[in-house]
């Protein structure tokens, strides 16, 4: 139990960090934060008390295995975090370029 | 962009090919162990990163590449994704099924078309990484130019 | 099994990919490839509808059938609701893609315009068509991810602020919605929604089962900008280029947000009184909220992003109002007609507000302003632009003859049977707000002519975007045929069924 309420606490870390920090560049790591939280639940779920690798060996049948499909869930939530992150860098680097900077506070041209 | 120092080149000299052999040797048996085409290509990717980063660039070799990386990227994916509709043809005829010989259970062939996908999703994931790289690095060639 | 049902998801996908490769080599070979490709996708969305009618069909991946009656392996299903969505994402897409044949020439990189429109075309048609829980996650991220890049095209300060803006929340979004599937997965060890009803049936009320409603409920609301989570939508579809604001408003908040809305608290949860008034709640304040932020606006394309909110409140509304009277067990023949009335809106709505952003993006093309304040009298210079907005804004009133006026006729009278009389009443006073709003947007647009200060250089907008304006003006008129109880129940009854009775849904996935 102790471990699944470390895994919100990391949460609720990186949401905190995307409320109160300015950075944009700072954003995106607590975002990424919140991200390894939920794989790590992901993770977390499918794990079952004792259970190997779930790679059948032919030479020794049967056996407690852990359970696959989270794994399977976690690599692809992985590779669109991936993405999401890439394509926030490259947004922040414009923005970067456009305003000479990277503090929220300055960056507010959209309002009401 | 600039390289690094010599002690550096001449490491990533030693190192970058074992990495990128390893990276195959993942790719090829991601049907047998853990592993398979995403931890492969971003292996694979890895070898051309260190290298890039240690020997430096120059700006129209970057972007020269980068148009190679994205075509090589779309055409390993279309590969992937004609291999899936080649199952709406041979086999059982339905999308996405196995239409090889399974083969038997624990060799380096065998489990019908799932290698062929992981070699094709190998070469996308490190196409894709190595162009989200340059991009990265040819936007930093432009702020500080 | 009906092997169209994959090639709707395949064939964008492909097209995308073809578009990068074939695209570096032939010049505006793009374009016809977008165009091919979303003139398939019609065809076949049409031959699907015909072909399943009121079935619910069954697509299994691979072939990997149930297992003493529990599914393994990814189905995609596709029935009545999903062909009304797939009809809405892929004729509004066709239409703008014709539309961004010259829109978008004035942009660089039009490959990857085309490209990643194909893309995200490709993830809300997944969306729409799969019958698991995570891989509506994965297609909903192809999409967002696609759309995200879109809003960013034009690469100016604006747009990368609202681009910002719109990946952190939906960023979080997706984090809350894939917690959702955590729980669920971790409780009921299925990912399939017609087994996840089927497990974790016996659970209502239970406190795992209403925190599963909730982080659902939020994630999607995110997507579908619902009211207090909204705060993303007026600046990304307003720094959009016009044709993916076009999409974004008219399509991808329906079919990633409502949609899997409507169908995970039909379909999937039974429904509980508290939740079900929860969401008419959340409805009737965007309706209200979305309709006074958009009064004040005097830039067009933000008006206009205020009143898609105001719009899907009416959507989310209805829909609420139907699970009410389903979870009380009474007046099922009102239910449908409540659920009717949101879905019949919901078609609509793609119609008009798809329309009202290409007209805005034509007034952009030629002015070069989107401030209300510095046009006028533009009516008699662009006069294809003038009248089908005219037919668009008419429409979005409630003013009969056009489609809007049915579909909230029909929504007020679900209230008024179901006896939410302060709802109807609602209901009718943001119709009259949203009246006046487009009563302003027409008067400073197009007739008042004293401020007509710019009328050198202006003429029609080219060719291809006056035909799919045109042509979005006769879906405009055509689809208040959906109020004649004979074309309803072609349309609309089939999809209705669907959601009020769940067992047509979960029985033939389930193989019972």
């Known amino acids: ?112 | 962009m600039k390289g690094m120092t010599l002690i550096v080149k001449k490491t990533t000299q030693l190192i970058a090919g074992l990495v990128f052999l390893y990276g195959i040797y993942v790719v090829l048996h991601g049907h047998l162990t853990p592993g398979g085409g995403f931890a492969g290509g971003v292996i694979i990717a890895g070898s051309f990163i260190l290298l890039t980063l240690a020997y430096g660039s120059d700006f129209m070799k970057l972007t020269r590449e980068e148009t190679g990386t994205t075509i090589t990227e779309n055409l390993a994916i279309l590969t992937a994704l004609l291999i899936a509709l080649a199952g709406l043809i041979f086999g059982a005829g339905i999308f996405f099924s196995n239409w090889l010989p399974a083969g038997k259970a624990g060799e380096l062939i065998s489990a019908g078309v799932i290698p062929l996908y992981n070699i094709f999703i190998g070469i996308e994931v490190a196409a894709s990484i190595l162009t989200i790289f340059l991009a990265l690095i040819i936007f930093k060639e432009e702020i500080t130019k | 099994m009906n092997p169209l049902i994959p090639l709707l998801v395949a064939v964008p996908l492909a097209g995308a990919f073809l578009i990068m490769i074939l695209g570096k080599f032939v010049k505006d070979i793009n374009k016809y490839i977008a165009t091919l490709t979303l003139m398939f996708l019609v065809a076949a969305t049409l031959v699907l509808m015909a072909g399943t009618g009121s079935d619910v069909a069954v697509y299994r991946l691979g072939g990997w059938d149930n297992i003493n009656g529990i599914p393994i392996g990814i189905y995609m299903v596709s029935d009545g609701l999903s062909g009304i969505v797939l009809c809405i994402i892929n004729v509004v897409g066709l239409l703008s893609v014709i539309y961004s044949f010259t829109y978008i020439s004035r942009y660089t990189s039009e490959n990857n315009y085309y490209a990643l429109f194909c893309l995200m075309v490709a993830g809300m048609n997944g969306v729409v068509l799969s019958g698991d829980l995570f891989n509506i996650f994965v297609f909903l991220e192809i999409a967002a991810i696609s759309s995200y890049a879109l809003v960013a095209f034009g690469v100016g300060r604006t747009e990368l602020e609202a681009t910002f803006k719109y990946q952190i929340l939906g960023g979080l979004a997706s984090l809350i919605i894939l917690f959702g599937i955590g729980f669920i997965y971790w409780r009921t060890k299925t990912l399939n929604m017609a087994d996840i009803r089927e497990v974790m049936g016996s659970e209502t009320g239970k406190p795992l089962y209403l925190l599963v409603q909730m982080l659902l409920l939020c994630g999607f609301g995110l997507k579908a900008a619902v009211i207090p989570f909204h705060a993303w939508l007026p600046d990304a579809h307003s720094s959009a280029p016009s044709p993916i604001s076009a999409m974004l408003s008219g399509v991808l908040i329906k079919a990633v947000g409502i949609y899997v809305l409507i169908r995970l608290f039909f379909n999937m949860f039974i429904i509980s009184n508290e939740t079900a008034v929860l969401i008419t709640t959340l409805g009737t304040l965007s309706m209200v909220f979305g309709v006074f932020l958009a009064i004040g606006q005097w830039d067009i394309k933000r008006l206009l992003a205020y009143h898609s909110i105001s719009q899907m409140g009416y959507v989310v509304m209805s829909a609420g109002m139907g699970m009410i009277l389903l979870s009380k067990g009474i007046k099922p023949e009102v239910a449908a007609l409540a659920v009717a009335g949101a879905l019949f809106h919901l078609i609509n709505h793609a119609a008009f507000k798809s329309l009202l952003f290409l007209n805005a993006g034509a007034i952009e093309y030629r002015t070069g302003t989107r401030d209300l304040k510095e046009m006028g009298g533009l009516a008699a210079l662009m006069p294809a632009t003038s009248s089908t907005s005219l037919v668009a804004s008419m429409s979005i009133s409630g003013i009969p003859p056009f489609n809007g006026f049915f579909s909230k006729l029909i929504i007020i009278i679900a209230a008024i049977m179901a006896k939410f009389y302060l709802l109807a009443v609602i209901a009718v006073l943001v119709s009259i707000i949203t009246l006046a709003s487009f009563l302003k947007f027409q008067r400073y647009a197009f007739y008042n002519r004293e401020a007509a200060n710019n009328g050198n250089n202006i003429r029609e907008v080219p060719f291809p975007m006056v035909l799919s304006m045109v042509l979005l003006t006769l879906f405009c008129i055509l689809l208040s045929l959906i109020a004649i109880p004979q074309v309803r129940d072609v349309v609309l009854t089939p999809a209705v069924n669907v959601l009020i009775d769940p067992h047509l849904y979960t029985s033939p996935i389930l193989g019972m």
Do not use: H, W
Not at chain 1, 19 to 38: C, W
């Open chain 1, 1 to 112: 139990m102790t471990v699944y309420l470390l895994c919100f606490i990391l949460f609720l870390v990186g949401l905190y960090g995307i409320i109160t920090r300015r950075n944009l560049v700072k954003i995106v790591i607590s975002l990424s934060i919140m991200e390894f939280s939920v794989f790590l639940f992901l993770a977390l779920i499918g794990y079952v008390e004792g259970g190997s690798a779930p790679i059948i060996d032919p030479a020794t049948p049967g056996g407690i295995y852990v359970d696959p499909l989270p794994q399977a869930m976690v690599l692809t939530a992985i590779v669109i975090g991936l993405a999401t992150t890439a394509m926030l860098m490259s947004v922040i680097i414009r923005i970067y370029r456009k305003y000479k900077t990277l503090d929220v506070r300055e960056i507010k041209n959209l309002r009401g």
